[in-house]
């Protein structure tokens, strides 16, 4: 015999499920575009994107509970500026049910150099000219062609390790003069590090040995930190890596433990009878318990706690 089913608690929506098209007049910003902003290649690239495809990602909006048929702006400030500085009169909106602002920005993930190539091979290889992405994204066409083959030259492994990474264009030239082995090297040292600078991997690559090179040095050029300094810099780097990575293993763990313990103490030294008797018997312990107990981040202490 089949019993019924309970009704499970659905998780409340944090949008509504159809967009709405929404008068610009009626959004209102939450904040004010600084002025510099739109001087910005990011503003810029917003501008020439929507010109040339139209909108991609809709604004987010709530409704304004103070005032009927308006719409308070959660995400997409620059966007609705840009749209305004076009002439759009309206605009399609996602609605909110909730009206956290803050939460938005710090949900995104940053497009990446891999992340962007991928996406400029997909479109050339669709059928979209070249003229038009570089129209969209306000760039060069020969800034296409080179984001178009950033990759060649560099070894799959690579690759993967630095394919959400915020790595600059400049990186991959320098990695591309290095043979593969040497590549994943120097990737697993930049992530390890979690530093992607030019300075970083310039440094990798003073250190690295002409048969590690595609193409050998053709000269001698004067250093003010010589080839055997920069290698040593390389091998403490490596072992900071490694202590970095058990930190990282066992770190889930031991806050897990010390929340644990905070709680504990906390609900002990309650109880006015061991308050009490620490007093007495043991002080240093009562003194270092307290602190454990009265830890408002564990994040913050945590240095304090394992020094």
Known sequence: ??????????????????????????????????????????????????????????????????????????????????????????VECLISTDDEAYTYNKRISRLASVQEHRMIVRAVEHGVPEEKIAEALDLEVGAIRRRFRLLDGICKEAVEQLADKP???????????????????????????????????????????????????????????????????????AVAQSRTKYVEDTYGEDNLQLTIAKTYLAKLLKKQAIVRWLEVHQPEYLAEFQEIAEIVSLVANDEKMTS
């Not at 909006?61 to 500026?81: C, F, I, Q, S």
């Not at 690559?205 to 003010?224: M, Q």
């Open 167 to 237: 790595c600059p264009k400049l990186m991959f030239e320098l990695l591309k003069r290095m043979k593969p082995m040497r590549q994943m090297e120097a990737t697993e040292l930049m992530v390890g590090q979690k530093n992607y600078s030019s300075p970083f991997i310039r440094t990798i690559l003073a250190a690295t040995p002409d048969e590690l090179l595609v193409a050998p040095r053709l000269g001698k050029k004067d250093r003010d930190v010589s080839r055997e300094q920069i290698a040593r810099l390389e091998r403490e780097l």
């Open 1 to 90: 015999m089949n019993m019924p089913r309970k009704p499970t608690k659905g998780t409340r929506a944090g949008f509504e499920s159809e967009t709405r098209v929404i008068p610009i007049s009626a959004i209102l910003p939450l904040k004010v575009l600084r002025p510099t902003t739109k001087q910005s290649q990011k503003y810029r690239q917003i501008v020439a994107s929507i010109r040339a495809i139209g909108l991609v990602e809709c604004l987010v909006v709530v409704p304004n509970t103070k005032k009927r048929d308006t719409y308070l702006l959660l995400d997409g400030l620059m966007r609705l500026e840009a749209i305004t500085e076009l002439g759009w009169s309206e």
